[in-house]
């Protein structure tokens, strides 16, 4: 059905409505956007076998990367700067059960509105304009996103704190280019020192501003130490371990990615023993299928991969800055683990020379960057930019898999018509609502393959 006119009546909107199928979302707007809500149609959930494979579209954080550890923290680092309860002794912290459905997978600015509201009886006006300032401060003289310098720029003119970049030893400072975290934390304080500063916080939404600001500046102070070689110091500090990766593939994406590309034809057999393996590690369950069976088919799809690759996007609601140095982080790590996977010295070169750049393993790298936050998961248009990038039309929507781990991005893949919908959750999201998934695999990517045969 296609309407003529531009302006229809509600009984006529009504009807338009009812045309585009029989499964809505409402999705709910941050506060300062009208309406407070929309109505989206879903895409029919498709029933296996596919008529065939032409792309798999992912998330990033959770579904390719383990990245939400890193996510979580910074999240809960803002509201202990914003209340000044840095330690576990003052506030226990954000809570698993109630808290990490509604922090993860989302937009940030949803994250922080549902955390700011939640714990708005810890902060305190004196912690939030000192964490401002400093959050600010590191962003613009040590932080490396334009856009990120951008934002903080008219943050600070819209609380009327335009002149505080503009500080005498500031200035000197960047004159030699040195601006160091211990300068900008004595600079904040003879700043609130000297300084008659109030900030007007009228409603949620200038909390929120302020709050994504302060997120952002520990998310980006972590990526530049991980950036700089500094990772295995950062998760000794956070998590009390080093030889933990902040970041790495979660399981089966290497294997998975090898597969679809068609880099792997007959040398899958020997790799079905580490799949297995890291079905197990993902599910925490036993493999329980049929070893024989499971070899025979992989086998048949990876020759099948072999001539006809598919195209892959990454599709991802962090902004482009953060989603380059996770994913470089990534192949970092996925090389190492190539050696594991017993195969033939050509294949494991290839292998590596592949791994060595996120950009060989994707044909669209969709992030936060390439729309607008109001507009990012549980919204389709990222995931329409991204099938739009790999050149998929509405046609062959039917042979896409979308995958991802969490209640909104499983919603933005059926919102962008498509019907193959595979969620991935892993223990942070085991609380989501996965009703918009068309099959649920907790043993992740290596699930989709042993089980499902890719739904083909
Ligand atoms: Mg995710």
Redesign the pocket.
């Known amino acids: 059905m296609i309407n003529q006119n531009k302006f229809i009546s509600k009984i006529e909107a009504n009807k338009f409505l009812n045309s585009q199928g029989d499964e809505f979302t409402i999705i709910n707007n941050p506060d300062y956007i009208h309406p407070s809500f929309e109505i989206v149609p879903l895409a029919l959930k498709l029933s296996p076998p596919l008529k065939g494979l032409r792309a798999v579209v992912m ?1 990033m ?3 390719i990367t383990t990245t939400e550890k890193l996510c979580i923290h910074s999240l809960e680092f803002m509201i202990r700067k914003m209340s000044g309860k840095l330690e576990k002794d003052s506030w226990i912290g954000i809570d698993e059960k109630i808290d990490f459905p509604n922090i ?2 989302n937009s940030t600015t949803k994250h922080v509105e549902y955390l700011l509201t939640r714990y708005t009886k810890l902060l305190s006006s004196d912690d939030i304009l000192k964490s401002f300032i400093y959050a600010a401060l590191w962003t613009l003289y040590i932080g490396k996103d334009e856009n990120r310098k951008a934002e903080v720029k008219l943050n600070l003119a819209n609380f009327g704190l335009s002149n505080i970049h503009k500080n005498e030893r500031l200035l000197r400072l960047t004159d030699s280019n040195s601006v160091t975290e211990t300068e900008l934390h004595s600079i904040t304080d003879s700043l609130l020192g000297g300084l008659e500063m109030t900030l007007n916080l009228s409603s949620i939404n200038e909390y929120v501003r302020i709050g994504i600001d302060i997120y952002y500046q520990r998310y980006h102070e972590i990526l530049k130490r991980i950036e700089d070689g500094k990772g295995n110091d950062i998760s000794r500090e956070l998590f009390g371990n080093s030889e933990n990766h902040l970041i790495e593939p979660m399981p089966g994406v290497v294997i998975f990615l090898s597969l679809v590309k068609g880099w792997l034809g007959e040398e899958i057999i020997n790799i079905i023993p580490q799949l297995i393996k890291e079905y197990e590690l993902k599910s925490n369950q036993i493999f329980a299928g049929n070893i024989d069976e499971v070899t025979n088919k992989l086998l048949t799809l990876s020759k099948y991969f072999q001539i006809n690759p598919i195209k892959t996007a990454i599709v991802t609601s962090s902004i482009s800055y953060e989603a380059k140095i996770v994913m470089a982080e990534m192949v970092k790590v996925a090389r190492n683990e190539i050696p594991k996977y017993n195969l033939s010295s050509e294949t494991e070169n290839f292998l590596h020379n592949k791994f060595s750049n996120y950009k060989n393993l994707f044909d669209a790298f969709v992030t936060a960057s390439d729309s607008s936050e109001i507009r990012l998961k549980p919204h389709r248009d990222l995931y329409s930019i991204a099938l739009h990038q790999l050149g998929i039309s509405k046609n062959i929507f039917d042979q896409v898999i979308g995958f ?3 209640e909104s ?1 499983t919603i933005a893949i059926r919102a962008a018509g498509i019907g193959m919908c595979i969620a991935v959750p892993f223990a942070e999201t085991s609380g989501h609502n996965l009703d918009a998934a068309t099959f649920i695999c907790e043993g992740g990517l290596p699930e989709a393959l042993l089980n499902y045969n890719l739904f083909l």
């Open positions: 998330d954080d959770g579904t993860i997978g991802e781990d969490s991005g």
